[in-house]
């Protein structure tokens, strides 16, 4: 017997026994809707985490890097990789507790909890592939020789990704594209070649064209906000808290699973500072660097490696839309088994709101800024506040001076680079 939680109530054996119960069957039903009946190994668990948490950023990186200063963007690589992974075993820790779920978790702390955690979580899954989606057109018209604010054609690419990713979004479960998540490390590495070997070049041959800076780039401080925005960047690419539980509980090998996660978050924040770094550095003489780096440049590995983000961005896409499904629908309708019209109605409503910025060619500037503000409180407070909650339910004797700083000081982080995120992109929109 147990006593914690609200008003000090008792937690009875049964009471946990019931809930185990509950969580097993639901974990077992996720299990099979996201892989079907085939358990993944940890490098397939280590590719498929460091693929989907990469996305595009490996091509913003280098801007942010020039904007930040090289030492002052790998500290803060290093910060958010620490701080995400970190919180990220959290979560793995409450899913050891109350099931490899990620609603199972949120329910044993309120309602809520459950709707603010599904509600942030939604908005970044849902987020991501609008701005994937916008991506993905830009990419195939500047590959169709199309100017990609020409609207007489925009609507039309935008239309035929949506209706592409609605026929790959109809498959009940995601277990092809789970392994194509993790045949893409291919694609990664093949993007990452692009960028050294683009730096490289321009060491030796100055092969790009550029506007001249008028004061070239320094490895030191270069200000707070750009610093904030190298943060915020790393706190979404390294975000996969909210869908980290169903793909672990997977795993063929479970007491391996917070060795994969390390392996996979030092991955990812590697492959992206370290190449961007080196790019900033190349480029330091430039006036600035493009947001997306291919744009740069306009050759035959250029065109290959647009057709290789294309292709690791398509492949993540449904795999965060069936995510975001997963987690809004049993909300709305009280119920873990919904009928499968429900599936495809959240597709097309879900699709609808993506394909409508892409297709009036909208700025992004503030879903990516609601982009970044949730995903900090994904990677930082909901995992820490959580995962104290269940200390001082379960062990409060855990609750040692250390224990109390380390997570205190985290929430702490939170809070202070979501307002100083908000400060700095509501300045830039304002000027």
């Avoid at 017997?1 to 996720?30: A, C, F, P, W």
């Avoid at 706190?235 to 479970?254: D, E, G, K, V």
């Avoid at 097309?348 to 995903?375: D, F, K, M, R, Y």
């Amino acid at each position: 017997m147990l006593r914690g939680g609200k008003h000090g109530s008792v937690i009875t054996t049964s009471d946990i026994d019931d809930r185990t119960y509950q969580s097993e069957t639901l974990q077992q039903n996720e299990t099979v809707l996201l892989l079907g009946e085939v358990k993944p190994n940890s490098a397939t668990v280590i590719f498929s985490l460091w693929s989907t948490m990469i996305g595009s950023t490996l091509l913003l990186m280098p801007r942010i890097t020039r904007d930040a200063g090289i030492f002052p963007s790998i500290g803060a690589t290093v910060l958010m990789c620490i701080s995400n992974t970190f919180t990220a075993t959290l979560m793995i820790r409450l899913g050891d507790a109350y099931g490899m779920n990620t609603a199972a978790v949120l329910e044993q702390f309120g309602r809520a909890v459950h709707m603010f955690g599904v509600l942030v979580s939604v908005v970044v899954l849902l987020g991501a592939c609008s701005i994937y989606h916008i991506y993905i057109c830009d990419g195939v018209m500047k590959l169709a020789s199309v100017p990609i604010d020409d609207m007489k054609y925009r609507p039309l690419f935008a239309v035929g990704i949506a209706l592409v990713v609605f026929v790959v979004g109809l498959l009940k479960h995601l277990q092809p594209l789970f392994k194509a998540a993790g045949y893409a490390i291919v694609l990664v590495m093949l993007i990452v070649a692009f960028i050294l070997v683009k730096a490289v070049l321009q060491f030796t041959d100055k092969k790009t064209d550029c506007v001249p800076s008028s004061s070239p780039l320094g490895m030191g401080w270069n200000g707070f906000g750009p610093f904030v925005e190298n943060c915020a960047a790393m706190a979404l690419s390294l975000y996969i808290h909210s869908l980290l539980l169903p793909i672990l509980r997977c795993a063929t090998r479970p007491e391996k699973n917070t060795r994969d996660l390390c392996v996979a978050f030092v991955a990812t924040a590697t492959s992206i500072a370290g190449p961007a770094a080196l790019a900033a550095y190349a480029f330091r003489n430039c006036e600035t660097i493009s947001s997306d780096f291919l744009t740069m440049f306009d050759d035959w590995f250029t065109t290959v490696a647009r057709c290789a983000v294309i292709l690791l961005v398509a492949i993540v896409y449904p795999i965060l839309l069936f995510n975001s499904r997963q987690q809004t629908i049993p909300i709305l309708l009280q119920r873990e088994d919904f009928p499968y019209w429900c599936h495809v109605l959240f597709n097309v409503v879900a699709l609808v709101l993506c394909t409508i910025p892409c297709a009036i060619h909208a700025q992004t500037t503030i879903v990516a800024t609601t982009l970044g503000v949730c995903a900090i409180m994904w990677v930082t407070l909901l995992p820490v506040a959580m995962h104290w909650a269940h200390v001082r339910r379960t062990d409060p004797e855990r609750q040692t001076f250390l224990f109390i700083a380390v997570h205190a000081v985290l929430c702490l982080f939170g809070v202070g680079l979501i307002i100083v995120t908000l400060l700095s992109e509501t300045t830039k929109i304002l000027n």
